[in-house]
């Protein structure tokens, strides 16, 4: 049984950090692409960011690019999600997906499986 649990949220001020872990069992981690995606207060789940299997391909939404960074430990089959100079319209609920694949893509509906979220609230 696949299981994806995040964890790393919380409370934190504008222009703070924050980093956010993905932990994944029941798969062969190194052969699924892992994506993480937001959902804001009353819009739609949207793409932030996905590695590829062994980590040298990634694809970032314009509104992350250079802000957000993922990075992915295959020995520790968990995927990572550095947020720096947080905006108060990073809020939302984080959620960690996997794909068996090679292209880090940000369709969701490629995405085989999902993790439950965790909070990320961005006070100014």
């Known amino acids: 049984q696949v299981e994806l649990v995040e964890s790393g949220g919380g409370l934190v001020q504008a222009g703070g950090s924050l980093r956010l872990s993905c932990a994944a069992s029941?798969?062969?981690?190194?052969?699924?692409?892992m994506g993480w995606f937001r959902q804001a207060p009353g819009k739609e789940r949207q793409f932030v960011t996905a590695?590829?299997?062994?980590?040298?391909?990634?694809a970032y939404a314009d509104s992350v690019e250079g802000r957000f960074t993922i990075s992915r430990d295959n020995a520790k089959n968990t995927v990572y999600l550095q947020i720096n100079s947080l905006k108060p319209e990073d809020t939302g609920v984080y959620y960690c997906?996997?794909?068996?694949?090679?292209?880090?893509?940000?369709?969701?509906?490629?995405?085989?499986?999902w993790g439950q979220g965790t909070q990320v609230t961005v006070s100014s």
């Open positions: 590695i590829s299997g062994g980590g040298t391909n990634t």
């Open positions: 029941g798969l062969t981690f190194r052969t699924y692409v």
């Open positions: 997906a996997a794909r068996r694949g090679w292209h880090p893509i940000a369709s969701q509906v490629a995405y085989n499986y």
